[in-house]
């Protein structure tokens, strides 16, 4: 069995601590980037081990390098987003373009979840057939974390908010309530839901 990667683990510890904490960020529209971002390297890795298999296993390489490296970045985008609009609300100053961003990231993280999901399909199809349970699996991922960006959205954006006034966030968008809190005082943190080789 390979030694393991002590960094690695240090890195995955220290984002799934600081989601458990009790501080308002990161959470669920990290999650579902983190989500994405795992979703492209498994397909990384059924790429790779089509080559030589299928002319186009290279180029499904780098679309999925490219598309672990932006959802990676989106985790900490979507927790600087939502600290943002906490610090607007606290301020009352730019507070609707703050808001803004906490549906621009979520929305974005979905629009990353959802190229991943094409992507698995063509190398499902195409790839290494003993790597097809991974593909599968990444689109599975993808989905789910496309279906939570999505939520979070919904929440964050003026209908939720309305709907939610005050509310951290229920299953879908971001997991933030862009209004989280419209009132006064700082939002609440409730949810209801955020291979074979």
């Known amino acids: 069995m390979a030694p393991i990667d002590p960094r690695a683990r240090a890195r995955l510890g220290y984002l799934l601590s600081k989601i458990a904490s009790g501080a308002p960020a990161p959470a669920s529209g990290s999650a579902a980037a983190a989500v994405v971002a795992t979703s492209a390297a ?9 080559q030589g298999r299928w002319n186009g296993a290279e180029d499904a390489h780098q679309r999925a390098e490219a598309l672990r490296t932006r959802a990676e970045e989106l985790i900490e985008l979507d927790s ?3 600290l943002a609009f906490v ?3 606290r301020s ?3 507070v609707e373009a703050a808001r803004m961003k906490t549906i621009d990231v979520p929305l974005e993280i979905a629009a990353k979840a ?3 999901v094409l992507l698995a399909r063509v190398l499902e199809s195409k790839g ?3 790597l097809r ?3 599968v699996a990444a689109a599975i991922l993808a989905r789910a974390a496309a279906k939570t960006a999505n939520m979070l959205v919904e929440v964050n954006g003026p209908s939720g908010s309305a709907r939610r006034r005050g509310a951290r966030g229920s299953a879908g968008a971001s997991g933030r309530a862009p209004a989280r809190s419209r009132g006064n ?3 609440t943190r409730r949810r209801t839901s955020r291979g074979a080789r």
């Not at 498994?42 to 089509?50: F, H």
């Open 42 to 50: 498994l397909l990384q890795k059924v790429a790779l081990r089509s």
């Open 80 to 82: 600087l987003a939502y």
């Open 87 to 89: 610090e607007a609300m």
């Open 92 to 94: 009352s100053h730019d």
């Open 114 to 116: 959802d190229e991943v």
């Open 128 to 130: 290494n057939p003993n």
């Open 133 to 135: 349970a991974d593909a």
């Open 185 to 187: 005082g700082p939002p």
